[in-house]
Nanobody, 127 residues
Framework: GQLVESGGGSVETGGSLRLSCEVS????????LAWFRQSPEKEREGVAF???????RVVDSVKGRFSISVDNNRNTLFLEMKKLKPDDTAMYYC??????????????????????WGQGTQVTVSS
């Protein structure tokens, strides 16, 4: 399987976008899914996480603005982004790990916790 993101684009400050990622190949058992982002000269950072038990976690910088979800068939991962800011500008990546648990119950999670990655989708927020 392959992770394929879609939904990126350019918006003005305060705008909204919804990112999607096809994840059906990775959600057959216990699984962890996430959205990461990376802007030039910065490390890749986790933004939102969800795991097989439905528990979710978002980082403080996007709390109240971003939400992560999976559709009922566990085929598609979403990142709903509202009240976007120029600081949200980045390449956004979908990530998956099968036979995984715990990423939503700790903040000590990084790119190394996920083996499977999409190619990224660009989000640009203008002021």
């Amino acid at each position: 399987g392959q992770l394929v993101e879609s939904g990126g684009g350019s918006v003005e400050t305060g705008g909204s976008l919804r990112l999607s990622c096809e994840v059906s190949a990775y959600t057959r058992s216990t699984y962890c899914l996430a959205w990461f982002r990376q802007s030039p000269e910065k490390e890749r950072e986790g933004v939102a996480f969800i795991e097989y038990d439905g528990h979710t976690r978002v980082v403080d910088s996007v709390k109240g603005r971003f939400s992560i979800s999976v559709d009922n068939n566990r085929n598609t991962l979403f990142l709903e982004m509202k009240k976007l800011k120029p600081d949200d500008t980045a390449m956004y990546y979908c990530a998956a790990e099968d036979q995984c648990s715990g990423v939503t119950y700790t903040t000590h999670v990084g790119p190394g916790n996920f083996a499977y990655w999409g190619q990224g989708t660009q989000v640009t927020v203008s002021s």
